[in-house]
């Protein structure tokens, strides 16, 4: 029971609790996060792969961890109810995935622009290109500039942790935007890990909703009443000006999130072997398959580094400029077609032409390590051996 | 390429007005305020202000909806703190009581969408808001950046504004008498107030 638990702060629920090991999937990742969010009100709608971490929270529902849930009608539905929820001053959770992210797409800019801060997980699949429930994470691609931070999730420990963190970040006044935590689905949901969690006795504390950027959307008690209307443009220049305004303060407050980032989520990126001339950047189960193939070319006599990537926004550029200075070749591994995250690591680094687009997998394809070391080989043999081995 | 730092300082900044935040100004923790897009101490800050407004040919003080409408205990003794500092300064007051965009005379009423018009219509040349939320404060900061050469000061309740010229942080009643009283300290120094004792 929710009223059993003892209230602290994200950081030492995050960092000073002592943990415990747990052999669990993904799914029950999320809803151990959950349980010890504090959180006022979930809403559901299922699709798979994110069906069973739902059906687990309307289980901490049942058990009093959570004021309200309910399932509602679709994703749109969801989306647009979490965010009254939020609105209306409430700390919310919701979850989709794949087809079930683009049917409520309208709602994510909204969420951003009211600056609400929504916490949403998405376990990603394959959408409609062509039809499948496979792992693949292109659904990122579409929400790149909803304005929402987006932190991608390694395996289930980084689902659990990620989702604590983000209220953290995101309560902060100075940012207040949605955050979406994501998995690749079924390696990430599915499957069994070992996760370290802290009590389930304690809980995030609760969520004060006047310590925010904007009002809360009370309609019986000022200050927040006066908040009903959102700025809708008028044909003139003045409506324009104010709108764009209100635009860049979105992106403002997803730049002022980084220092929360650095505190709660140990920084956006992180590097192993960041001094070898070959560096895999990778975000995901990317990030395990790459972490095989670096230990695979070493044993072959390869020195290649790592950067996972954990903030995909705001995404690290400066980070990711710095830490590639001195390589000659980078390679981006990706669980989709599109290379989402090849072209934002392309946009970030000077001499972008060190940059090998792939290996890319998509409609549920694995990506086993060989594939990644194939590419490194191709592109060391491009090279005719100007790069150091 | 070597970028020079980025000064948030009194316009006209320009058609878009780029992003304080965007443009590498950080917020400052607590104990500290920003001015001009530096942190520096509180103190330096305080004193900054109350310069600006003794300074000033036609200052104005914004209140906004955090220290309005008695919603709170704190809100009440805030409003009464910021009234004694437009008085000590000479400034006009103008509300900003909500955030609604509505139809309104912009020369004598201000709101979030067009700061700027109200600032130009008035003459205003230092505009302190108070009292207002971060998200709409830093929108309309940044519109009177853009379009007037108003110096700006913004009292937040909470993380600060990088879009006014001087921002303080964790404003309370007793921060806003801090600088009616460092106000009257440069009154008396200058002599518009006759010294006590």
Redesign the interface.
Known sequence: MSNEQKSVGAYNLLFEAERERAFITGSEAVSEAVKRANIDMAIAYPITPQSESMHLVGDLYAQGYLKDYYRAENEFAVMAAIHGAALGGGRVFTATSGPGTLRAMEMFPVWAGS?QPVVCAFMCRGVALPPSIQPENIEMAFLLDTGMLMFHAENAQDYFDMILAAYAITE???V?LPVGVFADGFFVTHTREVVMLPPDNLKLDSYNSD?????PFDME???AR????P??NKSNF??Y??S???H??V???A??SR?YIDRFLGGSIEIENGDADILIIASGTAVSQSREAVKAMKLEGIDAGLIKVKSVRPFPEKEIAAATANASIILVPEFNAGGWLCREVKAAIDNNSRVVAGPRVFGGMPMPGEIIVDEVKKALAKSGGAVKR | MIQEKYRVLPGPEGF??P????MGV??PDSGYSLVEGDIVPEAQAVELIANKLINAKNAVICPG??L??Q?AES?AAKAAAVKELAETCGAKILPM??????RINPAAEIS???PN?TIMNNNFDVCVFAGM????A???L??IR??TSCYTIALCD???C?EAMVSLRDVDAGKIKTITRKVNDMKRNSGYLPSRG
Do not use: C, F
């Open positions: 600056r902060q006044p100075e207040h310590y925010s950027p904007v009002p008690n000022p200050p006066v908040t009903r209307d700025l809708l003045v409506s000006a104010a764009a305004s209100w860049q303060e992106l403002a407050a730049e002022r220092k | 878009i007005t992003s304080a935040a965007m950080v917020l909806p955090l309005m409408w919603w809100a009581p909500d955030y609604r965009q509505k979030p969408n067009h018009v939320h971060s998200h709409h830093n929108m309309a940044r519109l853009g379009g909470y993380a600060a990088e």
